[in-house]
């Protein structure tokens, strides 16, 4: 007859308890993700400083994950293509990458969104895109206050255009603020307009650095101020809005990764540590990214949320200035 050692027994028994409260379903699904192809739906298209930098995401991910990450982009609709593209897909390998600035101020410019806020959670603040306001080469405007002078001059004749929702939502607060008419040029394609102001078609653009870039090195248009609280390396002779005299246009570019609300808070910050080690310690990344505009600024799910809380306060403040409130 076989003895069995019942306190080595009772021990064993402990350690499958434990092994087994421990290996939760989310444990799980945080070891195993990813199983297949991830896509990083972006809001923004080709040639965006998001796209640039997402691409570049893509491919180091791609190499530590040991499954193929894409790229797809989907422009318009104030963003809303995008988002809506990403909420119905319900996929946790189907992720969102975008400017914060893409949909902070959508609550005050849309009477119905198809989505919620919750249904962005917040997965990795990935970069810091540098937004600047720019002007054609032969435009008399050198500065923000000439610019000024230039559209008092001429009361509706000059068109102007801009992406991602908040940032276009401050540059037209600070219009109506200065009381300046200016006919607004929708666009689809961020990079469309970018080559219409080459052309004079639209006299100011307010977008990032990134999609401006190429006519800036052209020498077709010229960058007269960044939206943002500090300079880009990419042009340190820039001056920030605020430095330029005009501090109410100041928001801060925030480019991130977003997943549903039913992924696991231990795998978004698994996937945010991921970010954070290829692209940290990559000199290509940062070389690429500076050359673009954009600053590498890695945060995980908690420091993210806390910086989109802080733009949607900015952007509050100014929508509440000029009389707007919150639409839903």
């Not at 005299?245 to 540590?273: K, N, Q, S």
């Not at 600024?297 to 908690?302: L, V």
């Amino acid at each position: 007859m076989r003895h069995v050692h019942l306190p080595l027994l009772a021990i064993s028994l402990g350690v499958l308890i434990a092994v087994s409260l421990w290996s939760s379903p989310a444990s799980a699904q945080t070891q195993a993700w990813p199983t297949r192809t991830v896509r990083f739906i972006l809001t923004l298209g080709p040639g965006s400083g998001t796209d640039i930098g997402g691409r570049l995401l893509a491919d180091r991910l791609t190499k530590k994950w040991g499954q193929s990450v894409v790229i797809e982009n989907k422009p318009g609709g104030d963003s809303i293509v995008g988002i809506n593209a990403f909420v119905s897909a319900k996929d946790d390998h189907i992720l969102l990458l975008s400017p914060t600035s893409a949909f902070t101020a959508h609550p005050f410019l849309h009477d119905n969104l198809p989505y919620k806020p919750e249904d962005l959670t917040p997965i990795a603040r990935v970069s810091n895109t540098f937004v600047g306001i720019t002007v054609p080469t032969p435009s008399p405007a050198n500065s923000l206050t000439e610019l000024i002078a230039l559209v008092r001059d001429k009361p509706g004749e000059l068109n102007w255009a801009g992406v991602t929702g908040a940032n276009a939502f401050m540059f037209e607060a600070w219009l109506q603020g200065h009381k300046l008419n200016m006919r607004k040029v929708p666009y689809r394609n961020a990079v469309d307009a970018g080559r219409d102001l080459a052309e004079n078609r639209v006299q100011a653009y307010q977008s990032a650095v990134a999609i401006a870039q190429p006519q800036i090195e052209l020498g077709k248009i010229k960058l007269l101020a960044l939206l943002n609280s500090v300079r880009t390396p990419a042009y340190p002779n820039i001056p920030t809005v605020a430095e330029a005299g005009h501090p109410g246009l100041t928001i801060d570019g925030l480019v991130g990764l977003f997943g549903h609300p039913f992924m696991p808070m231990e795998l978004r910050e698994r996937i945010a540590a991921d970010i954070k080690e290829v692209m940290g310690g990559d000199p290509i990344v940062k070389d690429r990214l500076t050359r673009t505009g954009q600053l590498f600024n890695p945060g995980g799910p908690a420091e993210f949320g806390a910086s989109i809380e802080s733009q949607r306060a900015t952007v509050t403040a100014a929508a509440n200035a000029l009389g707007m409130y919150a639409k839903q």
